[in-house]
Structures are given as structure tokens and as C-alpha cells.
């Protein structure tokens, strides 16, 4: 006679009743013991693994059906317009073969009745933080990719939480749901490549746990392009040399890869095995800020592109001045009509966070593209070389020209934060909303 295997034991918590338990079974449980409800994680390791990824679901899309129920069965996308692409999708828009950096005209024709709504950044953003505090109230070891994603690191943590890094978590997730409106999708893991590659399994309002014992073999059937590291034109070269799944990729010769993976080939092997080596950092540095626009028509004309720069120059300014930061490379961005992307930029010895600083030298990186009578359908401006101080005032003597400025701009701040940030413009900001009044009323008669 031949003993049977021993059973594995599955450590458990539903997701509906918050039952925290322990179960031995030859199968992966379905259910929880307690109250029977299929939502419950299941894993050997679920109360051991410490590296977790949260990313909000849908994040933009989301927050606009939060603010307007009659959106919640609709087909979303935020951004677009008429000559943008989509910033972001609902689930329903998806089904419809709509996904982020689309350009909108195509969104729109997969999807005739697919609601397009204009992005608010600065709600947000306001949003995006309030959900970064939630993540810190677990653990100050987190480390933000973007404004609606972030690594946690909750190892030694359960201690002062009296309970695991999954019971934890989804707490969070309950409390993000309940708090502020929008879902997230988790994944917990034992290193960031596999916890990012867990969040996205079971979206939307998702968890997922992948352990490093089960990490290579969950891999090998894998696609490559899922990896958090790698690059789709990477992935296109690849799968030109046969190369398809994590399992090939993890056996492919080193120097034949080498020659599309650079030095990152080692990595990238690893991490197809799920190795990943990559501590949470919370203090990465931001490397730049930008802000961009695409027009509803091509500009040619100089003024109305410097007026169009300047209102790009004062909201990259004010977020500058928000997280008290001060550059010393300012980028230009210009897409011509027939796609071509131009990025021009000057490099200065004294850091500056100011309107009309990075206004002036966006200006005279505008000038010498604009002198080439080409047409343009984006604008964008950006700076980075980032600094937490104004060398201008401590390190130099500053000139009475610039004490002057700098007086100026911070009375004109403090008027469009306490009055509101339409109170006060400029005559090129005056003439160009009047300008785009007239256009949309222009529109409107048609």
C-alpha cells in the first residue's frame, strides 16, 4: 500500500468575513470554513511574504465615476479630446479593446458611445496622496513609481500591527474602498518584480501572493513581456530570436541576448526566474516634473505657442514650489503635424523654480524651433537636475532685478491661492482664454 503525500497546509483569510486561519488539504481551498464565501487568499506562505505593490485600479477613470454614479456602467476614458491620446480606461471601455496611450479618435471608434472626460490633475493628485498616506500609516518603507502605484516593504512590521502583512493589507484595501471611494488591487510577494506582476492578476479590486519557492515555475509559461524590467522593444527582439516565455528566456544563451539586454542581461535572466534583488527605496528622488498639451489644431504662429508655453510654465512652477524644489535643466517638447518629436534644452548653474526663470529660457528654446515655420500639435516643457534650495539667493548676491521678480511672482502666488487661480492673469493668459472662449461658442453654433 502507498501512504498518501502529506497535505499542504494553506494559511487563509477571506476576504469577506476577515477569518484568519490555517488548512490542511491535497487541494488548494475554495472556500472559507467559516462563512463559505469563495473570496478568500490562499498561499503556504501568505503570512510570510513582507513586499507588497498596490496600484489603484483605472485610477483616473475611477475617481471620475466616484464623483458621478451615472458613469459606473459606462464606458470611460480620461483624456483624448480630439487630437489627444487616452490617459486612462474603465473596465468597461476595455472590453472594447481601449487601453492607455491610444490615440482617442481610435478609442472612439472601437467604442462609439465611450464617454470622454477631461483630465482633472489636481484632484488627482489630491487623491494620489491621500492614498500614499494610507500606504505610510503601515509602514514608512514605501516607495512611490508613480501617482497611483507604490512598493511597501512591511518586514518586522507585524509586531508593532499585531498582525501579518496580508491581514494588513487588506485592511487598506477595505479602508481605501470605504474612505475614498476608488479600489486597489494588491500583490505580495517576497521581492517588488514579483509582487508588481501579482497586483495585476486578479484586477480589478484584486490580491494576489506569489512566493519565491513557487516564483520559477509560475514564470516558465509566462510571457516575457510580463517582467517588471524589460521593455517592449526588448520584447519585440527577443521574440525575433524565438524567445517567447520566461522559462526561454531564463535558459537563453547569455552573449546571444547580451547584444539586445546590454548590461541589464544578468538581471533580466533573474528576474524571469523570480529573482529580484531590488530593495523598497522610499527616498528615490524624483528626476523631473513636466506638464504638456496637444491642440485641437496644428500652431504655427509664435505668439499663440508662447502663450500656450507660459500656461504650461506657470503649473509646472506652482507643483515646483509645492514640493520646494528648484532646477537647473529646463526641456522643451514640440511635436510637429506629421509626429516628430523635437526636445531642445539648456542647462544652467543656478538651480530656479520660478514662473518667469523657466518661462524665459523656455521661450528662447521656442524661438529658434518656431523660426523654422513648422507646424505643432503638442507643447510640452520640463525641468530637472532637481535641488531642495535657490542658489541665486544663497549663494550669490542677487540682484535687485531678481529680488524685484521674485517679490512679484510670490504676491501673485499668494493672490491666486487665496483668491482663486483665475483672479489673476497675464495679457498673453487674458488673450488666449478669450481666444478659446471664442472657439468653443464658434464651435457651439455649428
Same mark, same amino acid.
Given at each position: 500500500m502507498i501512504a498518501s503525500s502529506s497535505p499542504t497546509v494553506y494559511?487563509?483569510?477571506?476576504?469577506?468575513?476577515?477569518?484568519?486561519?490555517?488548512?490542511?488539504?491535497?487541494?488548494? &481551498?475554495? #472556500?472559507? &470554513? $467559516?462563512?463559505? !464565501?469563495?473570496? $478568500?487568499?490562499?498561499?503556504?506562505?501568505?503570512?510570510?511574504?513582507? $513586499?507588497?505593490?498596490?496600484?489603484?485600479? !483605472?485610477?483616473?477613470?475611477?475617481?471620475?465615476?466616484?464623483?458621478?454614479?451615472?458613469?459606473?456602467?459606462?464606458?470611460?476614458?480620461?483624456?483624448?479630446?480630439?487630437?489627444?491620446?487616452?490617459?486612462a480606461a474603465c473596465y468597461v471601455a476595455r472590453k472594447y479593446g481601449i487601453h492607455s496611450a491610444m490615440p482617442a479618435w481610435q478609442a472612439k471608434k472601437l467604442c462609439p458611445d465611450v464617454v470622454i472626460i477631461r483630465p482633472r490633475m489636481s484632484l488627482y493628485r489630491e487623491v494620489g496622496r491621500a492614498v500614499r498616506e494610507k500606504m505610510l500609516s503601515l509602514t514608512p518603507m514605501v516607495q512611490p513609481?508613480? $501617482?497611483?502605484?507604490?512598493?511597501?516593504?512591511?518586514?518586522?512590521?507585524?509586531?508593532?500591527?499585531? %498582525?501579518?502583512?496580508?491581514?494588513?493589507?487588506?485592511?487598506?484595501q477595505k479602508e481605501i474602498m470605504a474612505e475614498i471611494g476608488i479600489s486597489v488591487s494588491?500583490?505580495?510577494? /517576497?521581492?517588488?518584480?514579483? !509582487?508588481?506582476? !501579482?497586483?495585476?492578476?486578479?484586477? &480589478?479590486?484584486?490580491?494576489?501572493?506569489? /512566493?519565491? #519557492?513557487? %516564483?520559477? /515555475?509560475?514564470?516558465?509559461?509566462?510571457?516575457?513581456?510580463?517582467? #517588471?524590467?524589460?521593455?517592449? /522593444?526588448?520584447?519585440?527582439?527577443?521574440?525575433?530570436?524565438?524567445i517567447f516565455t520566461c522559462s526561454e528566456l531564463s535558459k537563453a544563451d547569455k552573449f546571444t541576448i547580451s547584444k539586445i539586454l546590454g548590461n541589464q542581461t544578468e538581471k533580466i535572466k533573474e528576474l524571469a526566474r523570480g529573482i529580484d534583488r531590488r530593495p523598497v527605496a522610499p527616498n528615490r528622488e524624483?528626476?523631473? =516634473?513636466?506638464?504638456?498639451?496637444?491642440?485641437?489644431?496644428?500652431?504655427?504662429? #509664435?505668439? =499663440?505657442l508662447e502663450a500656450e508655453l507660459e500656461a504650461l510654465t506657470i503649473k509646472l512652477s506652482d507643483r515646483l514650489k509645492s514640493v520646494r524644489l528648484y532646477?537647473?535643466?529646463?526641456?522643451?517638447? =514640440?511635436?510637429?503635424?506629421?509626429?516628430?518629436?523635437?526636445?531642445?534644452?539648456?542647462?544652467?548653474?543656478s538651480p530656479i523654480n520660478m514662473t518667469y526663470e523657466i518661462f524665459e529660457i523656455g521661450r528662447k528654446l521656442l524661438q529658434k524651433e518656431a523660426g523654422k515655420k513648422a507646424s505643432y500639435r503638442l507643447l510640452g516643457i520640463a525641468i530637472s537636475?532637481?535641488?531642495?534650495?535657490?542658489?541665486?539667493?544663497?549663494?550669490?548676491?542677487p540682484s535687485d532685478e531678481y529680488l524685484k521678480q521674485k517679490k512679484l511672482e510670490n504676491a501673485v502666488d499668494k493672490l491666486r491661492k487665496t483668491m482663486g487661480k483665475d483672479m489673476l492673469k497675464t495679457g498673453r493668459q487674458f488673450t488666449r482664454d478669450r481666444r478659446q472662449r471664442l472657439k468653443r461658442d464658434s464651435f457651439a453654433k455649428r
Open positions: 494559511q487563509i483569510l477571506c476576504r469577506e468575513c476577515g477569518m484568519v486561519g490555517h488548512v490542511g488539504s491535497n487541494m488548494k &481551498p475554495e #472556500f472559507c &470554513p $467559516i462563512c463559505n !464565501a469563495a473570496d $478568500i487568499i490562499s498561499h503556504s506562505n501568505l503570512f510570510d511574504l513582507t $513586499i507588497a505593490h498596490i496600484d489603484c485600479d !483605472a485610477f483616473y477613470a475611477s475617481i471620475e465615476k466616484r464623483d458621478n454614479p451615472k458613469l459606473e456602467d459606462k464606458p470611460v476614458i480620461v483624456g483624448g479630446g480630439e487630437r489627444g491620446v487616452v490617459a513609481i508613480s $501617482i497611483d502605484e507604490a512598493f511597501l516593504d512591511l518586514d518586522g512590521t507585524q509586531k508593532l500591527h499585531q %498582525a501579518s502583512p496580508a491581514q494588513m493589507l487588506h485592511h487598506l494588491i500583490g505580495l510577494a /517576497s521581492n517588488k518584480s514579483l !509582487a508588481k506582476m !501579482a497586483s495585476n492578476q486578479k484586477k &480589478p479590486h484584486g490580491f494576489f501572493a506569489i /512566493s519565491s #519557492f513557487e %516564483a520559477e /515555475s509560475w514564470l516558465a509559461p509566462k510571457p516575457i513581456s510580463i517582467l #517588471f524590467g524589460i521593455g517592449r /522593444s526588448s520584447v519585440s527582439k527577443l521574440n525575433g530570436l524565438g524624483t528626476k523631473s =516634473l513636466s506638464t504638456e498639451t496637444t491642440f485641437r489644431q496644428d500652431i504655427s504662429n #509664435f505668439t =499663440l532646477g537647473t535643466k529646463v526641456t522643451l517638447k =514640440l511635436k510637429s503635424s506629421s509626429h516628430q518629436t523635437i526636445t531642445r534644452s539648456l542647462t544652467i548653474k537636475g532637481f535641488s531642495d534650495r535657490d542658489d541665486n539667493q544663497i549663494l550669490n548676491f
